[in-house]
């Protein structure tokens, strides 16, 4: 018996792909900042780290994938939207942009769970996008429903990259603000991407402040996450990043920005693009084996 959770996940992967339904106050309300911890206390609390600064990453994936269509999910300010040169489709409740775009532009003011309701199907669709940089709400159910709705209007050579899973400390962790460095409890996502879809490429990165996670070798019609949906989240909402993710706090695992495996691969996400079928279980074991190099 599946689980439909609230949201009617409609079996037709091409279909208009449903959404929760969320007041939109709720991202507002969620976001907010509590009083900050680290004032007059424990300097740890508002460490970065990385190798790189994510802008530059970010940067660096564009140059090299050379992407025809790209999403964005959480603008704010447009400081990674300002990255692309592609045609563009992106999504924010209260888009602050501050900063010259220099793309074709297509902005959805609104929450993400009602753009993929409500607007998807006729942005994203029949150009699927190439990359995808989710960087919205800092709460795990949030990501893990951006994920899912992105996987299913992406094609098997896109490629999904998932800002701040790498939180500096465990504060930083805290599903409500309390810091200024805040990579809220999105750690999971890696942890539950790894658990459920074994068949996807996870490529974590040492970026500055929180890190990325980058995910290859999608498939669009796999139902698991969407028959799954309820349990899942009722599983990570509230696991606590210890003892759960020491390997988020120490970064164990990591990939160097500029990993020659992680270059190649996003090298071959570009070459394949061409050729590729939607559910291209052939394509995923050649990626791996690039990243196995």
């Known amino acids: 018996w599946k689980d439909l959770v609230g949201v009617f996940a409609h079996s037709q992967p091409e279909g208009p792909s449903a959404a929760v339904s969320l007041p939109e106050n709720r991202y507002m309300q969620e976001t907010a900042v509590a009083p900050l911890v680290s004032d007059g206390a424990d300097p740890e609390i508002e460490l970065s780290a990385g190798k790189a600064e994510y802008l530059d990453v970010l940067a660096h994936i564009h140059r090299i994938l050379r992407p025809r269509k790209y999403l964005e999910i959480g603008v704010r300010r447009g400081a990674s939207l300002a990255l692309a040169r592609c045609p563009t489709v992106a999504v924010d409740p209260e888009p602050a942009i501050d900063r010259e775009v220099n793309c074709p532009l297509e902005l959805h003011v609104m929450t993400s769970d009602r753009f993929f309701e409500e607007q998807a199907a006729a942005a994203l669709r029949p150009d699927r996008p190439d990359l995808v940089f989710i960087d919205g709400m800092h709460l795990f159910?949030?990501?893990?429903?951006?994920?899912?709705?992105?996987?299913?209007?992406?094609?098997?050579?896109?490629?999904?990259?998932?800002?701040?899973v790498y939180p500096n400390h465990p504060v930083q962790a805290e599903r409500r603000r309390q810091s200024q460095v805040w990579a809220g409890d999105l750690w999971k996502l890696h942890h539950c991407l790894h658990r459920y879809r074994p068949d996807l490429l996870l490529m974590p990165v040492d970026a500055t402040?929180?890190?990325?996670?980058?995910?290859?070798?999608?498939?669009?019609?796999?139902?698991?996450?969407w028959d799954s949906y309820n349990p899942i989240v009722a599983e990570y909402?509230?696991?606590?990043?210890?003892?759960?993710?020491?390997?988020?706090?120490?970064?164990?695992?990591?990939l160097s920005p500029d990993d020659p495996s992680l270059v190649a691969l996003i090298r071959q996400l570009s070459?394949?693009?061409?050729?590729?079928?939607?559910?291209?279980?052939?394509?995923?074991?050649?990626?791996?084996r690039v990243l196995d190099r």
């Open 209 to 225: 402040p929180t890190g990325f996670l980058l995910v290859a070798g999608l498939n669009p019609n796999d139902q698991l996450l």
């Open 237 to 254: 909402k509230n696991m606590p990043i210890e003892p759960h993710g020491e390997s988020a706090l120490t970064r164990r695992g990591a």
């Open 271 to 288: 070459i394949q693009r061409s050729v590729a079928d939607d559910d291209s279980a052939e394509l995923r074991q050649r990626l791996r």
């Open 141 to 164: 159910e949030f990501a893990l429903r951006d994920f899912m709705h992105a996987e299913r209007h992406a094609s098997a050579t896109t490629l999904i990259v998932v800002d701040d």
